[in-house]
């Protein structure tokens, strides 16, 4: 699906072109600090110039490199998914073509009421889900289209901020931002297998023609479930895809988070380990001249408490020879 909003996409071209003399102003002001704040010598004066000329080099070639990062990260979700190009929303598409009402008419009974009501709920439940999954991605894909061309009228600027200085850093965040929402179709290629596959396998359980009659019974309420299934996990992953692209290229949770490095955990570990030995090290002399304090005392108290015992009396003398 080739999504193209032409209205846009001119008004924001024309923007880009209208709004470069702001950019080169920013450049040559970045260019005058940088040159004014150190005296550079004559090799030296070479590194500001390159960095001046490397970004007048990408602002002016935007409209070739910009598609480039766009059409790799396509390649990768179509790596994925091999006819996400063609048709990103193939999921919900499948799913809503896969519920279908069974438009036989048998003949009435109070068994095939209550049989008729059950499908009927079962049905219009997992209806819902589909369709709230079916919703979802369209906005979703059509919000990604809208942030990419914005994103691509502020490039300039952000390429700018790297000339200006104490600016870097900006620029730096911009450019993960841009990552991180050209990265949308990989996480909605991923969302798409996962979903698709999940529906297949509860369709290829159930079977187009059911071997037995209990398979039979059981088959539109497995079907349900693979419908309610499938499209909670097109919904969870539609939606977090924003969120964890935001996550991994701007706030880089995947490269420093602790919670998901095991070296920064091992670090973390070895480092606890250290300090609770250093601690044990530092406690043990005290506990024992602790000790030998409390046995200096013990023996102290023990002598006190004899000394002040009376001595046993002596014997009365005896008469010799009586």
Not at 211 to 220: I, R, V
Request: hydrophobic share 50%; charged share 10%.
């Amino acid at each position: 699906m080739d999504l193209v909003l032409p209205v846009l996409e001119n008004k924001i071209t024309a923007m880009v072109t209208a709004f470069r003399f702001v950019v080169f102003a920013m450049l040559v002001a970045g260019l005058i600090a940088r040159m004014s704040r150190q005296h550079y010598t004559n090799s030296e004066i070479v590194r500001p110039l390159a960095r001046a000329i490397t970004i007048v080099a990408l602002v002016s070639s935007m409209n070739w490199w910009f598609p480039l990062v766009e059409n790799t990260m396509l390649a990768a979700a179509s790596y994925l998914d091999p006819q996400y190009n063609d048709n990103p929303a193939r999921a919900s598409e499948e799913l809503r073509a896969g519920i279908t009402l069974n438009p036989e008419k048998k003949e009435w009974s109070w068994r095939k009421l209550n049989e008729s009501l059950y499908n009927a709920v079962t049905d219009a439940v997992s209806w819902v889900f589909i369709q709230i999954g079916a919703l979802i991605s369209a906005p979703m894909i059509i919000l990604q289209y809208i942030l990419r061309w914005i994103l691509y009228l502020l490039t300039p600027f952000a390429l700018a901020c790297f000339m200006i200085p104490g600016a870097t850093q900006i620029g730096v965040r911009f450019f993960q931002q841009v990552l991180a929402v050209l990265a949308w179709p990989v996480g909605f290629a991923i969302t798409n297998l996962v979903t698709i596959a999940i529906w297949q396998d509860f369709r290829s359980v159930v079977g187009v023609d059911p071997a037995s009659l209990e398979m039979a019974a059981y088959s539109p309420f497995l079907t349900n479930i693979g419908g309610i299934l499938a499209a909670l996990t097109l919904l969870i992953g539609t939606i977090s895809t924003p969120i964890i692209c935001q996550k991994i290229f701007a706030q880089g949770y995947a490269f420093t988070g602790e919670a998901g490095n095991p070296g920064a955990l091992g670090k973390s570990g070895m480092d606890v380990l250290y300090r609770a030995n250093m601690v044990g090290n530092m406690l043990a002399p005290r506990a024992g001249a602790v000790s030998a304090m409390a046995a200096q005392a013990n023996g102290a108290s023990s002598s006190t408490s004899q000394s002040n015992v009376a001595p046993p009396p002596s014997p009365a003398p005896s008469t010799p020879g009586l």
